[in-house]
């Protein structure tokens, strides 16, 4: 069974950066095409950065394109994601699965808070 941590979340003033991790077990990471989601409250999960498995091809939401940057370590079966200039709306819990969404057992995710 499929196990996802994120890791590296935190409360930060905006302007600053943050580095997030995923670490996959259970299943064969090296082969998946990844991506990092976000929920914020009151709003739906949204893929914010997506990374094919072999890291030749990404993808990013408007909203965070140049400012976010997904990467992934395949020996380490670990994704990440560097954020930099954060925002308030960036604002949420941050997830991880595959792109899109197959693996049914998400991880609790990670916050990520904003602040002006």
């Known amino acids: 069974q499929v196990q996802l941590v994120e890791s590296g979340g935190g409360l930060v003033q905006a302007g600053a950066s943050l580095r997030l991790s995923c670490v996959v077990s259970?299943?064969?990471?090296?082969?998946?095409?990844m991506a990092w989601y976000r929920q914020a409250p009151g709003k739906e999960r949204e893929c914010v950065a997506a990374?094919?498995?072999?890291?030749?091809?990404?993808r990013y939401a408007g909203s965070v394109k140049d400012r976010f940057t997904v990467s992934r370590d395949n020996a380490k079966n670990t994704m990440y994601l560097q954020m930099n200039s954060l925002k308030r709306g960036d604002t949420a819990i941050y997830y991880c699965?595959?792109?899109?969404?197959?693996?049914?057992?998400w991880g609790q995710g990670t916050q990520v808070t904003v602040s002006s």
């Open positions: 699965n595959t792109d899109p969404p197959r693996w049914p057992n």
């Open positions: 259970g299943r064969t990471f090296s082969t998946a095409n």
């Open positions: 990374m094919s498995w072999d890291g030749g091809i990404t």
